[in-house]
């Protein structure tokens, strides 16, 4: 299976099994609130929520380097655009926030499809293309998936 495909089809189908206040084996989100972080990471990639190179210059390029490699995010990684405090939810209800996300992917397929060979800035590993990107969102899903015990 093909991370793509892991994020339009199986993180969906993994997610949701999770009651929308379930709590992971690390971290301060939700189900729902991960799940709407994930939609927030993947609007990063759309063009539609772009933001600023948080990372300095200098470090940009080894950011990306681990970005980039099969190396995991650690339990607990801090995420210095997130407070300490979650979020309340945006979403009324799992169901909701799951199409919010699914929406959000199509949206990324599509800005790459009539955008080819576009880059997008993340906010700490710096200008990706379509398929950093994917490889990006996979790792990011992954690792929530692991926080929730979902693989």
């Not at 339990?75 to 909701?96: D, G, H, R, V, Y």
């Not at 929530?144 to 693989?151: A, E, I, N």
Request: aromatic share 12%; glycine share 6%.
């Amino acid at each position: 299976m093909g991370k793509l495909n892991f994020l339009k089809t199986e993180f969906p189908k993994l997610t949701v099994k999770l009651n929308s206040d379930a709590k992971g084996n690390w971290g301060v989100l939700n189900a729902q609130q991960m799940v709407e972080h994930m939609s927030d990471s993947v609007s990063y990639a759309t063009g539609k929520n772009n933001q600023p190179l948080h990372s300095s210059k200098e470090n940009v390029g080894k950011y990306k380097e681990f970005a980039m490699s099969d190396k995991e995010f650690k339990p607990n990684t801090k995420n210095a655009l997130m407070s300490e405090t979650p979020i309340p939810t945006k979403n009324s209800t799992m169901q909701l926030a799951l199409l919010e996300y699914e929406q959000q992917i199509n949206s990324f397929i599509n800005y790459f499809e009539n955008n080819e060979g576009a880059t997008i800035t993340n906010p700490f590993f710096g200008d990706l293309n379509f398929d950093e990107w994917i490889h990006l969102l996979y790792k990011h899903a992954v690792h929530h998936c692991k926080q929730f015990g979902l693989v």
